[in-house]
């Protein structure tokens, strides 16, 4: 027989015993399932990083080749703008010449043309004394004329002929031309 001296006020429940027992069950329980998830978070970082640095690696070349991709398309965008340039400041030669043509007076003899940079030399004979001014007050009315300077080099013998040089400068791009007009 068994007696217990312990005053049942002091003793423990039965239900109290169950509820230490499974708190420490929970408590252990609590902390496997915080490990657990804990390591499978560790787990899924180190996966996450893996995949990240095989991702890198593989992406490495196409993006080497994208970097390589977008310095050629600049280096072909300059160049482009480069010659693009060059083109407005380029004189266009049958525009000149469709000018001369169409301001050339009647007795005027063209006989060398030359050009340096933007200034064209005009040599030739004329008929008529005041033909190469007529050609000159012409090409001053030209929007695509800077300035034109006339010179009568001789009078070739006892017909009228007068050998002439005309100075033109041409205008090379639109402001000069917007301008001469304005």
Avoid: Y
């Amino acid at each position: 027989m068994e007696f217990n001296l312990i005053p049942q006020e002091q003793r423990p429940s039965s239900w109290s015993l169950l509820a230490l027992r499974l708190s420490k069950k929970l408590a252990a329980l609590l902390v496997v399932v915080t490990l657990a998830v804990g390591a499978a978070g560790a787990i899924f970082q180190m996966r996450t990083i893996w995949e990240q640095e095989r991702f890198t690696d593989q992406a490495f070349p196409i993006q080497k080749r994208i970097v390589q991709q977008n310095e050629w398309e600049r280096k072909l965008h300059e160049l482009k703008e480069r010659h693009d340039e060059d083109q407005r400041n380029r004189l266009h030669w049958p525009e000149i010449l469709v000018c001369l043509a169409d301001t050339k007076p009647e007795g005027a003899f063209v006989e060398k043309i030359e050009m340096r940079r933007h200034v064209l030399s005009i040599s030739g004979m004329a008929n008529e004394v005041g033909t190469e001014r007529k050609w000159q007050d012409a090409l001053r009315r030209q929007p695509s004329v800077r300035s034109v300077s006339a010179s009568r080099m001789k009078q070739a013998g006892q017909t009228a002929e007068t050998a002439f040089q005309l100075e033109v400068e041409w205008a090379n791009d639109e402001q000069d031309t917007s301008r001469q007009k304005a």
